[in-house]
């Protein structure tokens, strides 16, 4: 398994509960095929530079999973036909390796 990190735009007329619904259902998808959710951050509403399909603004909602590399396809698909959703990426987590810090003599 790999771990993966997800931005999604959601569009900002959802009230909080259905924020917190989309935000279960994706979680169960993330399970369902085998993976599993290791954070969970709601960045808030931010406006946009630019109209994103006639919209100024979204809800950014961050998640960090892990799962197999043939989950990608799975979740881009559901993110393209999910009709709140207006943004949606995800990229392979970089695992950052700390060397330890020299002694000091």
């Known amino acids: 398994m790999r771990t993966y990190e997800t931005v999604t735009i959601v569009k900002p007329q959802l009230s909080d509960t ?15 095929h085998g993976g599993e959710v290791t954070s969970e951050e709601k960045l808030g509403r931010r406006k946009f530079t630019h109209d994103v399909k006639h919209v100024r603004d979204g809800f950014y909602l961050y998640l960090k999973f892990k799962a197999q590399p043939n989950f990608v396809k799975i979740w881009e698909d559901t ?9 949606s990426m995800v990229m392979l987590a970089n695992e950052v390796k700390v060397k330890p810090a020299p002694v000091a003599k």
């Open 18 to 32: 259905e924020v917190a619904q989309f935000v279960t259902t994706v979680k169960e998808l993330v399970a369902k």
């Open 79 to 87: 993110m393209k036909l999910n009709e709140k959703v207006l943004r």
